[in-house]
Structures are given as structure tokens and as C-alpha cells.
């Protein structure tokens, strides 16, 4: 009984949520079909199956991974150039706040799976106002004492495969089920870490330091890697895979480093508390192990485990840059003064530099000494080697000599394809197999036009974005995967021909525009790589822009568009746009502050030109040509002049610019770039995806009407209505099916075409004038959508309450189309006596459950009219 109430309640939801773009939605189209139970795995080769067994092999397996360390270790001997100031240390070690421990609460995941002490955050806020003061004193003496109380520091390990069909113990990843108490403290030592790791952690690392890009360190291998072949330069690339990186962090190492970061000895105890007398138990089959101790290593799913972990890889960062200081490895020299020799991303870590024997073999040894003092050791197997301008042979002999791989012309780095050589063509094929793994057959089955249509928006972002945000999309490959999509949109697969009732690009035309904003994939491309521009333009002072300026130079207008790179390739694009009607550096403006940053003559800040091309005779009287506005406007503006302005042209430009400047009034703030698409003036991807969507898709003479009250399936529908694209026995015609008749199967008065369904038809006529007298107004014959919204338009109602209204003449044609069709199909005929009370009982759940203020049945039956918003 109880489970077929779940069954009934889960229908209810699905016809309220079904469509929508909603956790429920998501977590039903994303339900694992995957079995994640572990049937057995090899133990010494030989396959066990006995549950006991298999539980003893992997707690064996972990207790001996996580346990104390034998080996005595390598110290830290140099000083760390970034270190706290007193007035951090006093920040980061002040008193714990009750408001504080609430926001670490509300801001943890709420259904997430518990830990040992079996709790969801939903309780925890569910309850506060009973259980918060004791969970405060919990938490409180923690900070106190600097260890957790007894049970607090006990955990559950998941094992989640990280191959398809995992058969041995490694082929598990292991994540930390970690209690509430220990969660909400570490959620607060991280908060208050992240306030301050920025200035602690080298440019190097882009990985959790808020306010560095991700995609920065693939896109710099890229440009150094075309560099390097343009400058036909010998140069080494050696991608490192450390093995089992969080699992192998020794302790007294990670307190060595916070030590040398300047933290306080209060900070070093409440890290010493959290490792300090940790348990583990396996969670196999969801049956737990036995308990064991954890003496080493970073927890998987502990929020700040990330923090410290790259707070540690700093000090192999600082170790490879003592090691370039003394010629012990060689990075790679760029225009000007700027080296590469390292980038790191969490546990990625790529190393560059000249091409040698003893250069790789310096790496190897600086690897060497930090496994001996972190703990964290180099996966050799795992790990690949590229060689620039030398001979295969020559990359086989050293992988050989040191047991990696080679690099096959290109690898992965952040899941972005990176390489030399390589056809980038070819790299898309990932991307396209992975657009319709997420748009499967299987769910276009399961889901309605509604919810194929939020399934396509959600996956539009969910895409593989790392690719399609460094390099532009071939016009073949977007083909390939709009027609992914709109086969998909169509319910149709790739092998399969269904009718295209629309234009596809009409689908992804935004709704201002006639579509039902899809946006197409063009546009994203585009809007994601003109990113980078506005970076460059806006001067972020990042890694990432001083390597484009040491390789490009420094002013984006001397930049080459016919270079083999990726940022030539951008620009390139940028150019492309602009013929086509978006010039994009157009939107990128300066607005001035103090005027301290800005060069007077030649930034764009006053109009839509530099004031150099403005007024180009006084330009070259300047003898400060690079002179900023505020020095400019501190004195006379002729002050800097050669000489003085004489008549003519000259005078003419000097009497324009000091009206203009007139105007300008500088104030305290600092400069900044604007982006006039966004109204925040910050760049907007999705404002810029937008904006060149505007550009290349159609435009419809109307808006598609949409009605929020209703659900996306019903307002799909009626986009398809008034375009006229039903597949109507007229449409079939004209499509070119053969039908006995183009009559109407229900009046047989006419052909059936959509006005005549909707509009005209005895059945239609009579449920439309039902409706009319239900909610009081009166009755017209309409022959067309177009005279029903100039009759909808008159309507004396609130706005609020023609919403409802909209909604159920909505809901109504829905179901005239639905009553068509199982008249043809169904062999049962529906009932015509029953069609009015499913629109109103099918309205009331939709309108009320996605209404702020809720309403009786009684009030929707007897006063719809009354009801609002």
C-alpha cells in the first residue's frame, strides 16, 4: 500500500515538475542505470565473491593505504616568500561565531549522503531552532579544545568504480561520508582560508583560488607549444600523474608547510585536531567494515581538503623555482622576461622546458625529493612526455629510459585536448560522442516535447564547454551536433527520418525573436572564446595575459591573425564577426574614475576612437604621448606641447577636445573597462551569445507568448499552434503523406487545418464557449489566433488574472488536440462528456502549483476571475 502511494504521489509531482527545469527533473533523467554494487573483485588473482571476503580485501587494501608512515622524511630547508601578515593570523584564528557555524550549516549540501552519525543538513535546518544551540556548542568546542569529540572524527568511505567494469580494488575511488559536526568545521576553516590563499599560492596554480580561470594552463600549453614550433625551438613537455595525490599527503609535511606560510600555531592545532585520531569504515554494498585508523592523507568530499592540498603542491612550485635559479632545470625562455617552467592544476602538474637529457633528469630528481617529503609520488606509467623539434626516436629513448608514455601529437590536460601537430578535427569526435550519450534515445521515449526542450537547454551548458571555451568549433562539427539536437527535439534518432515540422533554427531563435530561446551552438562557441578578448582588453594581469603579450605583444591591434595558434585563431574570428555585422571590440569600452590607468591618447575612453586618431595633430605634439588623464587633466591641457597650437587644423582640434574635455569630471574610484552589452558593464557570456544569436538566427513578426502558469510541454504546443505547425491532416498533405481525407474526423465540416481544429470545429466552438461562461466573459466566434488576441487584448481583467486566463484557454486547446488525436488513434474513443472537467481539474493543479499564493478548488470552480497573483 505504501508503495503504490509513492507511485500515485510521484505521478502528482511528475505532472506538476515533469517539464521543468528542476532538481526533481534532472534527478529522474539522470537516475544511474548502472549497477554500483560490487559483485566481487580479484584478490592475489584470484576472483572472490564471498561478501566477506571481498569487504576484508578492501579494507585490507585502505587500512594499508592510509596507514602511519615508516620512512623518515626530507625537511623543508628555504623560506617561503608569501606568508601571512599578523593581521590574517589573528583573522583566521578569531572566535567562532553562532552565525558563523549557520551559514557553514545552510551552506552544505542539503540531501546529501550522511556519514556515520546518519544526519542530513535537512534535519539540521529543518530543526535549528530545538537543535541549533547544541550544535553550536558541538561545533564551539571543537575551536576550544582542538580535537573533536569522541564519534565526530569518524567517517564512511564510498567506493565509486572509475572504470566500466571494475574488477580489482584500484579500479575503486574512495569519498569521504563525513559526519555534520566535522563537515560544518572544516566548511569554516576553508571559508576563512579562502579569504587569503590567494596571496599565498603562485599564479602557477588555478585550481579553488577564487578569481583564476581553469582553462588559463591549457590554453598557455597551447600557445607555448605553437610557439615553440614557429620558433622551431627543442623543448620538452612532461605531464606528471601523481599516484593516489589526497590519499598520500603526509601529515607532518602539511604542517611543515603551514608552518612556513606563517600561520599560527592556534590554525596548526585545529588542523592537527582533524587529522588527529580519524576512523574510516569501508562502505561495501552499503554494509560497513570495521573501523581503522587514517594516519596520512587528504579526505575525498572534506571541503577543506582541496586548500591544503595545494597549499603543499606551493611548495613543490617554490622547490622547481629554486631549481631554475640554479640551472638545475630549464624552462622555457619567451619574448622579454617572462619563463615558463611549470604549471598546476589540484594534482595535474606539467612541467616544460629545453629539450635535454639532464633537464628531464633535474625534474625527475626535484619529484624525487618532494615524494620523500610529502608523501606524494610520481605515477611514471601514468605519466607522458612530448618532445618539440626533436626526432620520435629520440622521445621513444628518453619515455624509454624512464618507463612513460609518449604523447601521440596530443593529450588531455583538464579534459582539454592539448598538442602539437595534432588535428583538431578529429578532437571533436569526444564531444560529439558525449552530446548524445546526454541526449539518448532512451530519454527522448521517456520525456515530453516540454522536457525535451528543458533537457536541450540544461545541455547546452552542461556540453563539453572546456573545448568549445579554447578553440572554435568547426562549421561540420556544429552541423553534426544541431542535427543531434534537433533530432532529438524531434524525438527522432541520428538513424532515424522524422518530419521536421520548423525550421530548427527558428527552435533556437530566442523567444523576444519568435524561437523558443534553444540559442544555437555557434553562438556559445563564440561568445565563450570572445571571452578571452575581453580579458586581453581589459588587462587581468593574469599568467594567461602576460604570456599572450610575451608571445603576441602587447597591444591586441598588432596581433597577428595568421599564425597557427589559438589566440590568432580568436582574433581571426573576432574579424569574421565584425564583416558580419558584431564588432565586438566596439562593446569594450574604458570608463574613467581617477584617471590614473588610462592613457589620454590612445585608449578608448571618450567617444568611440582613441583621442590620438581624434585629434592626430596634437597627438604629435605631445612629447608625453603614453601620458595618463589624470596627468593630462592636472594642468593645461598644451602644457606637455612641443610648441604651441597654431591656426588651422591645429586649432580647430584644440578648440573640440577642450570642449569635450570640459565635460569629464574625474572622481576616487579606479578605472575600469566596461561591457555595454551587459547592463553590470562586466562581460557577460550569455549576453554576448545573445547578442550574435540576434544576429544569425531568423526573427518571427511576433514574441512567442509564453505563460508560466502552464506547463512548458502546453506552452510548446502553442508556439507550434500559431506557426501553424501541427501535423494536422492538411500539414500531413501537404508534407507529402497519403490520407483517405483532409477532413476534420470530428465535425467532417472541413479540412482540418489548425485554425479550423482550434477555432472552427464544432468540438472546439463548444469547449470555448464553456470555458467563456466559466469564467463570466463573454463569447466570440474567433476564425484565427490573430482574432483571438485582439479579443484577448480588450479583456477588462487584471493582468495577473488574464495570466490564469491565457493559461486555461491554453490548457483547453491542449486538450481539443489530445481529444483529435485518440479520436484517429485510440480504439477505445475518449469520452466528450469528461473533456471540459479534465481542462478544469487539469488547469486548477497546474496554475495553483506554480501560483506564490495558493487557492482553493472551490475558488477556481465558482471565482476564477477573483483569484491573482
Request: positive net charge; charged residues 25%.
Amino acid at each position: 500500500m505504501e508503495d503504490m502511494d509513492f507511485v500515485q504521489k510521484a505521478k502528482v509531482r511528475w505532472a506538476i515538475e515533469g517539464d521543468e527545469n528542476s532538481k526533481y527533473f534532472h534527478g529522474i533523467i539522470n537516475k544511474k542505470r548502472s549497477n554500483l554494487a560490487i559483485r566481487g573483485v580479484f584478490v592475489d588473482g584470484t576472483w572472490c565473491t564471498d561478501p566477506i571476503l571481498v569487504k576484508k580485501a578492501f579494507k585490507d587494501h585502505y587500512e594499508a593505504r592510509f596507514n602511519k608512515p615508516t620512512k623518515a622524511r626530507l625537511k623543508l630547508s628555504f623560506s617561503f616568500p608569501n606568508r601571512l601578515s599578523t593581521d590574517q593570523v589573528a583573522d583566521l584564528e578569531r572566535h567562532v561565531s553562532h552565525d558563523e557555524i549557520r551559514l557553514a550549516v545552510w551552506d552544505c549540501g542539503v540531501n546529501k549522503s550522511p556519514g556515520p552519525d546518519g544526519f542530513t543538513f535537512e534535519f539540521f535546518r529543518k530543526f535549528w531552532k530545538v537543535i541549533g544551540p547544541d550544535f553550536c556548542e558541538a561545533v564551539e568546542h571543537f575551536f576550544k579544545q582542538g580535537s573533536f569529540s569522541k564519534g565526530c572524527n569518524s567517517s564512511f568511505i564510498a567506493l565509486i568504480p572509475k572504470v566500466l567494469d571494475a574488477k580489482f580494488v584500484n579500479d575503486y575511488r574512495p569519498i569521504s561520508l563525513i559526519g555534520c559536526i566535522y563537515k560544518v568545521v572544516t566548511k569554516i576553516l576553508a571559508s576563512r582560508l579562502a579569504m587569503v590563499i590567494a596571496g599565498l599560492v603562485s599564479n602557477t596554480q588555478s585550481a579553488f583560488v577564487a578569481g583564476r580561470q581553469i582553462l588559463d594552463g591549457p590554453f598557455i600549453l597551447n600557445e607555448v607549444l605553437d610557439w615553440c614550433k614557429r620558433k622551431k625551438k627543442k623543448a620538452l613537455f612532461f605531464k606528471v600523474d601523481f599516484a593516489k595525490a589526497y590519499d598520500s599527503v603526509r601529515w607532518d609535511f602539511l604542517l611543515d608547510v603551514l608552518e612556513a606560510f606563517g600561520f599560527g600555531s592556534t590554525w596548526c592545532t585545529w588542523i592537527r585536531g582533524i587529522s588527529d585520531f580519524a576512523k574510516a569504515s569501508l562502505l561495501v554494498n552499503g554494509s560497513p567494515s570495521d573501523e581503522f585508523h587514517i594516519h596520512r592523507g587528504l579526505k575525498q568530499g572534506d571541503p577543506l581538503s582541496p586548500f591544503l592540498f595545494i597549499l603543499v603542491m606551493e611548495a613543490l612550485h617554490l622547490s622547481v623555482c629554486k631549481a631554475v635559479d640554479e640551472d638545475v632545470f630549464k624552462g622555457i625562455q619567451l619574448q622579454g622576461s617572462l619563463a615558463l617552467s611549470h604549471l598546476f592544476y589540484a594534482d595535474d602538474a606539467f612541467f616544460m622546458g629545453e629539450w635535454s637529457d639532464n633537464n628531464l633528469r633535474g625534474i625527475i630528481n626535484i619529484l624525487k625529493c618532494f615524494h620523500l617529503a610529502s608523501g606524494l609520488q610520481i605515477n611514471i606509467h601514468k605519466s607522458q612526455i612530448l618532445g618539440v623539434g626533436v626526432s620520435r626516436s629520440r622521445v621513444e629513448d628518453m619515455a624509454s629510459s624512464l618507463g612513460c608514455t609518449i604523447m601521440e601529437n596530443k593529450f588531455r590536460y583538464l579534459g582539454v585536448m592539448v598538442g602539437a601537430g595534432m588535428t583538431r578535427h578529429k578532437a571533436w569526435d569526444d564531444v560529439i560522442l558525449k552530446l548524445q550519450s546526454r541526449l539518448s534515445k532512451w530519454k527522448a521515449k521517456t520525456l515530453s516535447i516540454g522536457g525535451r526542450l528543458t533537457l536541450l537547454k540544461s545541455v547546452l551548458g552542461a556540453s563539453p564547454l572546456y573545448n568549445m571555451s579554447i578553440f572554435k568549433v568547426p562549421k561540420g562539427v556544429l552541423k553534426v551536433m544541431e542535427s543531434i539536437r534537433s533530432n532529438f527535439f524531434k524525438g527522432a534518432s541520428m538513424l532515424e527520418k522524422k518530419i521536421s515540422w520548423i525550421a530548427w533554427d527558428k527552435v533556437l531563435a530566442s523567444k523576444k525573436k519568435g524561437g523558443l530561446g534553444v540559442s544555437s551552438y555557434f553562438a556559445l562557441n563564440r561568445a565563450l572564446l570572445l571571452k578571452w578578448v575581453w580579458r586581453f582588453v581589459s588587462q587581468d594581469d593574469s599568467l594567461w595575459f602576460r604570456v599572450i603579450q610575451a608571445v603576441h605583444g602587447d597591444k591586441i591591434d598588432s596581433h597577428s591573425v595568421r599564425k597557427v595558434s589559438i589566440w590568432s585563431s580568436i582574433l581571426k574570428e573576432v574579424q569574421v564577426l565584425k564583416s558580419s555585422g558584431f564588432d565586438f571590440l566596439s562593446y569594450c569600452s574604458k570608463r574613467i574614475g581617477d584617471g590614473q590607468s588610462t592613457s589620454f591618447w590612445k585608449e578608448t575612453w571618450m567617444g568611440d576612437i582613441p583621442l590620438c586618431e581624434l585629434c592626430p595633430r596634437l597627438f604629435a605634439l605631445d612629447s608625453a604621448p603614453n601620458i595618463c588623464v589624470a596627468a593630462k587633466m592636472a594642468g593645461p591641457l598644451d602644457t606637455s606641447f612641443r610648441r604651441s597650437v597654431r591656426g588651422g587644423v591645429e586649432q580647430q582640434e584644440f578648440s573640440d577636445l577642450s570642449s569635450f574635455l570640459n565635460s569629464v569630471v574625474l572622481s576616487t574610484s579606479n578605472d575600469r573597462w566596461y561591457f555595454s552589452l551587459s547592463s553590470s558593464g562586466e562581460f557577460s557570456v550569455k549576453d554576448t551569445r545573445l547578442a550574435i544569436d540576434d544576429l544569425v538566427l531568423p526573427s518571427h513578426s511576433e514574441p512567442t507568448r509564453w505563460v508560466k502558469l502552464i506547463p512548458i510541454k502546453i506552452n510548446v504546443f502553442m508556439w507550434r499552434a500559431r506557426r501553424g505547425c501541427l501535423p494536422t491532416r492538411y500539414n500531413l498533405v501537404q508534407k507529402g503523406v497519403i490520407l483517405e481525407s483532409t477532413s476534420c474526423p470530428v465535425c467532417f465540416s472541413d479540412e482540418e487545418d489548425v485554425h479550423h481544429l482550434l477555432f472552427r470545429c464544432s468540438l472546439s466552438q463548444e469547449v470555448l464557449h464553456r470555458v467563456c461562461r466559466w469564467w463570466e466573459i463573454d463569447f466570440q466566434l474567433w476564425r484565427s489566433f490573430s482574432e483571438w488576441d485582439e479579443w484577448f487584448s480588450s479583456i477588462r481583467l487584471p493582468g495577473s488574472v488574464k495570466g490564469f486566463l491565457e493559461g486555461v484557454f491554453y490548457v483547453a486547446w491542449w486538450f481539443i488536440w489530445g481529444f483529435q488525436n485518440r479520436s484517429t488513434f485510440d480504439v477505445n474513443k475518449p469520452s466528450r462528456s469528461i473533456l471540459f472537467e479534465n481542462i478544469v481539474s487539469s488547469s486548477f493543479l497546474w496554475c495553483n502549483s506554480r501560483c506564490s499564493r495558493k487557492f482553493s478548488r472551490d475558488d477556481w470552480l465558482k471565482n476564477p476571475h477573483l483569484i491573482s497573483l
